[in-house]
């Protein structure tokens, strides 16, 4: 199974984009889907992230992203507005569930927030 991020681009400050992610397979009983992101120089940090309903924010994105599950099962989507320069990073997107639970990586998709 293979996570498949879209929807990066440039973007000028204030604006938007919404990602998605979709797995190419099934994975048994998702329990959290979510994202990270690395900017250049940085560590990787989560972003996003739902869990049985309840979600959670990173303090920099707070009321400005939303996460939600799409209908299509393996679905997942972050909504970002108000994007700041500070926003540029590569976004992945994960989802963990499985037999043997475990943590699927997407392949990352770029974030550029300039003028």
């Known amino acids: 199974v293979q996570l498949q991020a879209s929807g990066g681009g440039l973007v000028q400050p204030g604006g938007s984009l919404r990602l998605s992610c979709a797995a190419s397979?099934?994975?048994?009983?998702?329990?959290?889907m979510g994202w990270y992101r690395q900017a250049p120089g940085k560590q990787r940090e989560l972003v996003a992230r739902?869990?049985?309903?309840?979600?959670y924010y990173a303090d920099s994105v707070k009321g400005r992203f939303a996460i939600s599950r799409g209908n299509a099962k393996n679905t997942v989507y972050l909504q970002m507005n108000s994007l700041k320069p500070e926003d540029t990073a590569v976004y992945y997107c994960?989802?963990?569930?499985?037999?043997?639970?475990?943590?699927?990586w997407g392949q990352g998709t770029l974030v550029t927030v300039s003028s």
């Open positions: 739902i869990s049985d309903g309840n979600t």
């Open positions: 994960i989802m963990v569930g499985g037999a043997t639970p475990r943590t699927y």
């Open positions: 397979g099934s994975i048994f009983s998702i329990t959290t």
